[in-house]
């Protein structure tokens, strides 16, 4: 996670953001230790990414690299205002042993428009991330992607109309009305009992959650998905994140979550790198699950993975079983 020390909203490159709406960045920074606070409270270990002046939406960790079986793919920004977190994100992962970081061809935000499952890279396109990343993708990880049509500007990333609830039994949930019509039967098709959120709740930015299997924080505002939540199992975890709002990011968008490696699982075939490196950092998490060491946040606050212990951080990922 990244704490929002230089949190504003100078730009537009939203709907929800709004450079004449005052923001309160004291109140930001309280709400991001809120959450941050949550996270440890409930077993989980946060890694911090340090900010830097200058770039206001660094506080969105998920949006600097996505990580899979220990391999990380920088993000490549849509927006030059936001092009600077790029190589922070790449230098800590870097400074942390990871063996295999790359920076992409191609645009692609991250986990802001990546969803992992054990069965699927859910990949969004539409409004940031390219077509052509989702190939880039699939070949430097290894695992099948699923492209998703985003069709509504509120819902510019994946990450604010899907979140994944279970990655280990592929259980999702999100707002039908951000996809287009092909999507929609496509995700009808390989998640036919996924939880579907009321527009109202995706609006409130309830599907910009993070889970770790068990528990679920969301934006408290999102009241709708309580219920449903509780019924299929899960312990909702409201959590106030509305200045944090006014840039168009929550829960998710301030967590970066580090997978790290499986044992057993195979390694893509070699590819040529690329000719220049970008990424970013997060947080890591134990699974409320297994108990096992997983990844949570860097999207939402510049965050770093440690082990579950709390120790400062590991040299390198080991190939641990995940949840």
């Not at 490159?13 to 409930?42: F, H, S």
């Not at 660094?58 to 690299?65: E, I, L």
């Not at 075939?269 to 890591?284: C, R």
Request: include cysteine; aromatic fraction near 8%.
């Amino acid at each position: 996670m990244c704490p929002p020390v230089h949190y504003t909203v100078s730009y537009s490159i939203n709907p929800w953001m709004d450079p004449t709406e005052p923001v309160d960045p004291a109140l930001a920074l309280l709400q991001w230790e809120d959450l941050r606070d949550r996270y440890r409270a409930l077993g989980h270990t946060v890694e911090i990414l340090d900010p830097v002046p200058g770039l206001p939406d660094m506080v969105f960790a998920a949006n600097g690299a996505t990580v899979v079986d220990g391999r990380v793919l920088g993000a490549r920004f849509a927006n030059p205002e936001r092009t600077g977190e790029a190589p922070a994100h790449l230098a800590w992962f870097r400074g942390h042993g990871f063996p295999e970081v790359r920076e992409p061809a191609h645009v692609n935000e991250a986990e802001g428009d990546f969803a992992v499952t054990s069965s699927w890279l859910l990949a969004g396109r539409g409004f940031r991330s390219s077509l052509s990343s989702h190939p880039e993708a699939q070949e430097f990880f290894g695992r099948p992607v699923i492209g998703l049509e985003l069709i509504d500007p509120r819902f510019y990333h994946l990450d604010t109309a899907l979140a994944v609830l279970d990655e280990a039994g592929d259980e999702i949930m999100y707002y039908p009305g951000a996809f287009s019509p092909g999507t929609r039967a496509v995700l009808a098709r390989l998640f036919p009992g996924a939880l579907l959120a009321a527009a109202e709740d995706a609006a409130a930015f309830g599907l910009n959650a993070v889970s770790d299997g068990l528990h679920v924080l969301l934006p408290h505002t999102a009241r709708g998905l309580r219920a449903p939540l509780r019924e299929r199992g899960f312990e909702p975890v409201p959590v106030d994140m509305s200045e944090l709002h006014k840039a168009g990011g929550s829960v998710k968008c301030c967590t970066l979550e580090i997978r790290p490696a499986h044992a057993g699982v195979p390694a893509p075939l070699p590819q040529a790198a690329p000719a220049t490196a970008s990424i970013s950092a997060t947080i890591t998490a134990t699974s409320a699950a297994s108990g096992t060491a997983t990844i949570v946040p860097p999207a939402t606050v510049a965050g770093i993975a440690t082990s579950a212990t709390g120790d400062p951080g590991p040299a390198a990922p080991e190939a641990t079983p995940v949840a």
